[in-house]
């Protein structure tokens, strides 16, 4: 059997982290990103096994790959990276790994909320440039602030208990309201709802076809002008036409966007010339620990394959 990592990952730190999976097959690990969608097929045609971060799996990448069994996703999002339809088609089982990052990536978007609504970069900024004006970066406290968590999965569920311990009320959207999650101190209510009253929105949701555009124009629009809106999530989940106009506008009070339409983002990326705005190159889920994690349940969802049971497939 042979496995190939095509682009490397973060959560291989070492070669010995790679000897649970030399027990089961030969590996090839890369380094080095694929030098365009050729190279990548060239490193990916004979693999029976894929460990995938974030090159792309089109329809075209994957009629190339004539062994090809297994993929697993490292992380969350791999309706970006994979034609899940194309892949089905072949029989090729897909699994992902959730969970890895959930305190790791909950903890990053409390970072950016205190970031954003405290001006402690643009701060930082100012004063590394020889400037002294402790006056003009006017916060908020967060403490009796409400706070709008789209999404409830493992990262949302972390995003309630970080919002709760620091005094913040909790508004919660999910699909599937419970009970169980609603001890945990937080208010279910409408999209509508949640951005009509949040002071600050945070977004988790995963993206697929269900929830591609789902922040929309009309949600963004129903913000508080003193609000601001966070996304750990994917740029693909949000009407992000609407989101640039409305902070051009000065119609809510901020952003911070870890996720981009385009990755890496280009220089002239229009959300880098706005002022309100917090930019940083998708990394909160950058921790030794949520790499650990994505380790181990990678190469859970392997050998789970391997017994013919099911672990974290999605299709």
């Known amino acids: 059997m042979l496995i190939v990592w095509p682009e490397g990952s973060g959560c291989v730190q070492k070669p010995e982290d790679l000897d649970p999976l030399k027990k089961i097959g030969t590996v090839e690990y890369y380094d080095t990103p694929p030098e365009g969608k050729q190279d990548l097929i060239k490193r990916v045609e ?10 792309v799996l089109d329809a075209e990448v994957l009629e190339k790959c004539k062994n090809l069994k297994f993929i697993c996703f490292l992380g969350i999002g791999y309706g970006n990276c994979i034609d899940v339809e194309a892949a089905t088609k072949k029989g090729v089982v897909i699994a992902y790994t959730p969970g ?12 950016m909320i205190l970031d954003l609504t ?15 004006e402790p006056n003009k970066f006017l916060g908020i406290e967060l403490r009796s602030k409400t706070l ?7 990262i949302g ?10 005094g913040m009320k909790v508004l919660a959207w999910t699909r599937n309201p419970d009970d169980e999650r609603a001890k945990y101190g937080l208010k279910y209510a409408s999209l509508e709802e949640l951005f009509s009253s949040s002071d600050v929105v945070s977004v988790h949701l995963s993206y697929n076809a269900q929830t591609e ?3 929309s124009r009309q949600l963004i629009s129903r913000m508080k002008p003193e609000a601001y809106f966070v996304n750990t999530a994917r740029a693909g989940v949000i009407d992000s036409d609407a989101l640039y106009e409305t902070l051009e506008g000065g119609k809510i009070a901020g952003a911070a966007l870890d996720v981009h339409e385009q990755e890496p983002a280009p220089k002239d990326y229009r959300f880098l010339a706005l002022p309100n705005v917090l930019i940083t ?8 620990e949520a790499g650990e994690n994505m380790l181990r349940i990678a190469i859970a969802t392997l050998e789970a394959y391997l017994k013919g049971e099911k672990l974290h497939v999605v299709n």
């Open 46 to 55: 004979n693999a029976d096994v894929i460990y995938l971060d974030y090159s």
């Open 100 to 111: 890895y990052g959930a305190n790791t990536v909950g903890e990053y978007a409390l970072g």
């Open 118 to 132: 405290r001006h402690i970069g643009f701060a930082y900024l100012s004063t590394k440039n020889g400037n002294w």
């Open 148 to 154: 709008g968590v789209v999404g409830l999965g493992p």
């Open 157 to 166: 569920m972390e995003m309630v208990r970080l919002g709760s311990a620091i």
């Open 213 to 215: 555009g789902a922040i």
């Open 281 to 288: 190159p998708h990394m909160a889920y950058n921790t030794g």
